[in-house]
C-alpha cells in the first residue's frame, strides 16, 4: 500500500525523524489557514498524489504571500494531475499540504527496502538528491553508498556516522544522519513496510537534516497487524479494478494489451503473459486467482476482466494443484453466463479434476474454446483477437 507525502511524514515525525511543520487542506480557504498557523513564511504548497515527479507537473509551488498559497491550491485541487511516475494515468488531487519552506543547502538521498539478493534490510545513501537514483548509479555510482543490515544485530550508530563522513558531512551532521537512519531502521520493522524513501533529505541553511519529501510503502501481507496504516489508504488515488480485486483477495494489475488473463499462482501468470507476448500478443492484465480459490472468487475474476472493454479475448490457464479443475470450470460457466460474455474465451486446465473440469465445460453449451497446454492456449488467444 501507498501512503501519501503528509502521511509518510506523519510517520516519520513519529519516529523522531526531523521533518518540517506542515497543514494538510482540502481547499484553498484552509490552505491559507495553514500557512497562517506555520508563521510568517515563505511556504511550499503540494499536490497530494500517489506517484512522484509533482514538481515537474505543477504539484510543487514555492509560495512568499497568503495570496499565492490560495492561488497554488485553487489551482492543484480538484484537478487531475499526471506525472512521469503515474505511468500515464491522470490522479485526482483532492488535497494539498502546506508546509514550512527553509533554504536548501544540498539535497541528499536516502532509502531502506528489502534487499532479498542478501536477505537483509538494505540502506542507500547518496550525496545526490533530488533527482532519480537510477540516473545517479548510472551515470557517478561512485556517489552511492549501501548498507546491509545484519538481522540480529541490527542498526548501529557507528554505521550511519561512517556512511556520513563518506558522502561529505561534518561531524554534527553525520550524528544526524545516524539517528534518521536509526528511526528508519525501528519505522522500517515496526510497521512491516516495504519501502522508505527520502527524496530529498535535505540539509538546510542551518546545518540541519530534514526530510522535505518522503515515500512509503508497505507489505500488503501485514496490514491486518496494522489497522492505522489501513486506515490512511486512500482508494481514490488508485486503479478502481485492482481495488475491486483486492476486496476478494485477488492479485490483479492492470495492463495496456487486449487479452484478459486468468491464472492460478504467480509464476504462471507471468509466463503466461511472456507466451502470449512471444505469440504476438498483448496481455490486458495480470490476474492471479491464488491456489485456494473458490467458485466465487473466479465468477468475481472473470467479471473483473470484462469490466475493461479493451479486452478482445480471455485466455484461462490453471493448474489444478490446491485448487480443483472442477471447481475453476464451474466458477467460468457461472460467470460467462452472468456476464454474457460476448468475447472468445480460450481454456486450458491441467491438474486435480481435469477430466471433470473439461467435461462441464465441453457440456455447458457455451462457446469456450479448449486448450492442450499454455502455448496452445497463447496461439489461440492471439488468433482469436486477429480474427
Known amino acids: 500500500m501507498n501512503f501519501h507525502e503528509y502521511q509518510a ?19 484553498a480557504d484552509e490552505a491559507v489557514e495553514a500557512a497562517k498557523s506555520l508563521g510568517d513564511g515563505p511556504w511550499m504548497v503540494k499536490a497530494q498524489i500517489h506517484a512522484g515527479g509533482r514538481g515537474k507537473a505543477g504539484g510543487v509551488k514555492f509560495c512568499k504571500t497568503h495570496d499565492d498559497v490560495k492561488a497554488a491550491a485553487e489551482k492543484m485541487l480538484g484537478t487531475n494531475m499526471a506525472t512521469y511516475q503515474s505511468a500515464g494515468v491522470a490522479l485526482p488531487v483532492n488535497l494539498v499540504l502546506v508546509t514550512e519552506a527553509g533554504e536548501i543547502a544540498k539535497e541528499l538521498y536516502l ?29 557517478t555510482p561512485e556517489k552511492i553508498e549501501t548498507l546491509n543490515v545484519g538481522f540480529v544485530e541490527g542498526f548501529q550508530a557507528y554505521q550511519g556516522r561512517d556512511i556520513g563522513f563518506k558522502i561529505g558531512l561534518n561531524a554534527k551532521q553525520a550524528n544526524q544522519l545516524a539517528k ?34 518522503g515515500k512509503v510503502n508497505s507489505d500488503d501481507n501485514a496490514t491486518f497487524r496494522h489497522k492505522d496504516l489501513a486506515a490512511m489508504r486512500d482508494k481514490t488515488q488508485e486503479d478502481e479494478a485492482e481495488v ?16 484478459g488473463c486468468m491464472v492460478n499462482g ?16 498483448s496481455p ?9 480459490a473458490t467458485k466465487e472468487r473466479v465468477t468475481e475474476a472473470f467479471k473483473l476482466i470484462l469490466s475493461s472493454d479493451k479486452v478482445k479475448a480471455i485466455f484461462v490457464n490453471i493448474f489444478g494443484g490446491i ?29 486435480t479434476n481435469v477430466e471433470a473440469g473439461k467435461k462441464l465445460l465441453a457440456e455447458s453449451g457455451l462457446a469456450i474454446t479448449p486448450a492442450d497446454d499454455i502455448n496452445d492456449g497463447a496461439k489461440k488467444a492471439v488468433a482469436a483477437v486477429a480474427a
Open 244 to 259: 475491486r480485486a483486492s476486496e476478494y483477495d485477488l492479485n490483479y494489475v492492470t495492463m495496456d494489451g487486449n487479452i
Open 323 to 351: 485448487v480443483r479443475c472442477d471447481m475453476i470450470a464451474e466458477g467460468i460457466i457461472a460467470a460467462v453466463k452472468e456476464v454474457d460474455v460476448k468475447v472468445p474465451v480460450v481454456v486450458r486446465l491441467e491438474g
Open 111 to 139: 532509502s531502506v527496502l528489502v534487499d532479498r539478493g542478501t536477505q537483509s534490510i538494505t540502506y542507500i545513501v547518496s550525496s545526490e538528491g533530488g533527482v532519480d537514483i537510477e540516473q545517479v548509479a548510472a551515470e
Open 180 to 213: 534518521i537512519m536509526g528511526g528508519l531502521y525501528t519505522l522500517f520493522n515496526e510497521k512491516d513496510l516495504a519501502l522508505v524513501e527520502l527524496n530529498p533529505l535535505a540539509i538546510l541553511d542551518s546545518g540541519d537534516l530534514y526530510a522535505l519529501d
Open 266 to 281: 504467480a509464476g504462471l501468470a507471468m509466463a503466461t503473459m511472456d507466451v502470449i507476448a512471444l505469440n504476438g500478443g
Open 284 to 292: 490486458a492484465n495480470f490476474l492471479d486467482v491464488g491456489g485456494g
Open 9 to 27: 511524514k506523519q510517520l516519520f515525525a513519529d519516529y523522531g525523524i526531523p521533518v518540517p511543520a506542515g497543514r494538510v487542506a482540502s481547499t
